[in-house]
């Protein structure tokens, strides 16, 4: 398992915005599935977003047009941009990484992830 290590969690009001990062560096493996998930108190941990080796995203409901999935290949980073958030963002966010088995396999949040982070923190206040 490599280390990733999330940044950029803290607070902000609803409506604001904030940009998670991932460093993935530490993860070599080829083909990979990246992912973020996040967990509330009280709650099971749910999928956010995923983003393929070529590039490809999925969002969950609840964040698609407002929330963005990137990566940098290059400083091997992997990013979520929020925007208008709500209170309901709250959470511990994580992100995760995987190997696809073959170019065609999906980058899925059912995936079991071999690689997370611990995780940084989330607060919206209304």
């Known amino acids: 398992q490599a280390q990733l290590v999330e940044s950029g969690g803290g607070s902000v009001q609803a409506g604001g915005s904030m940009r998670l990062s991932c460093d993935v560096s530490?993860?070599?493996?080829?083909?990979?599935?990246l992912a973020w998930f996040r967990q509330a108190p009280g709650k099971e941990r749910e999928p956010v977003a995923t983003?393929?080796?070529?590039?490809?995203?999925m969002y969950t409901d609840s964040v698609k047009a407002r929330f963005t999935i990137s990566k940098d290949n290059a400083e091997r980073i992997l990013y979520l941009q929020m925007n208008r958030l709500k209170p309901e963002d709250t959470a511990m966010y994580y992100c995760?990484?995987?190997?696809?088995?073959?170019?065609?396999?999906?980058?899925?949040?059912?995936?079991?992830?071999?690689?997370w982070g611990r995780g940084t923190q989330v607060t919206v206040s209304s």
């Open positions: 995760a990484a995987d190997r696809l088995p073959s170019p065609r396999s999906a980058c899925t949040w059912s995936r079991t992830f071999d690689s």
């Open positions: 530490g993860y070599t493996a080829s083909r990979p599935c």
């Open positions: 983003i393929k080796f070529n590039g490809e995203a």
